[in-house]
């Protein structure tokens, strides 16, 4: 009797730790929200509101299709009340994962909500709503490296880091890896991409071909 208990027990720890694993690989999200973000100064802020395009994420190629997220884009009057500037459509069908605000009120959007990695993984917006560029990982990375980052059921880990806009307001950093990181000028859209080679910090501006130059030798801004 005490072995039959024992082996009904062992069954009942395998199921649960299939379960369990089975969870992790899933990619659970709550349901996106209406979110809003202010830049630095509190001068300006951007609501994203959802989109309803749930058939245009990965995994889900059988739902429905129709609005993508949208962003308003509120600047404060000299009588510190928030008036709305702009209004526009963002490259995410439902919504992105972080977005950061400028104090000129540029918008950097990162991800895809349900899908890291998939889409536009990053996309910048001028103040006034209209699109700068955006990137998809093939513009950054190439096939094997795209491989390489851990993988999930509708997500790609790409991102291992912090995300913020830095002191100058002008660029957005974002880091991959330690000591691996890219920078994305606000006001241009160029890129690049920065690690340490041996004790050398070197940084590329594209993806195919590759140069690795000094970093003061890959200007963001024109």
Known sequence: MKRHRLFHLSLLLAALAWCSRHEAAADS???A????GFSTSRDHFVRI???ESLGDTVGFAGEGKGKFARAEFYHRGQDSSYRLAARATLSNPIAPVEFFVSDDGRLATLDNWHNLGYGKVVSLYDSKGQPLRAYELSDLFQADEISAFQHSVSSIHWRKGPAYIRQDQKTLLMTIKSGG???????TG???YCEYHETIYRCRN???PRQWLPNDQLPLFR
Do not use: H, S, T
């Open 206 to 208: 594209r993806n195919q």
């Open 49 to 51: 509101i959802p989109g």
């Open 190 to 192: 160029l890129y690049k």
């Open 29 to 31: 999200w709550a349901a």
């Open 181 to 187: 990181d890219f920078l994305f000028g606000l006001e």
């Open 33 to 36: 929200q209406v979110k809003e």
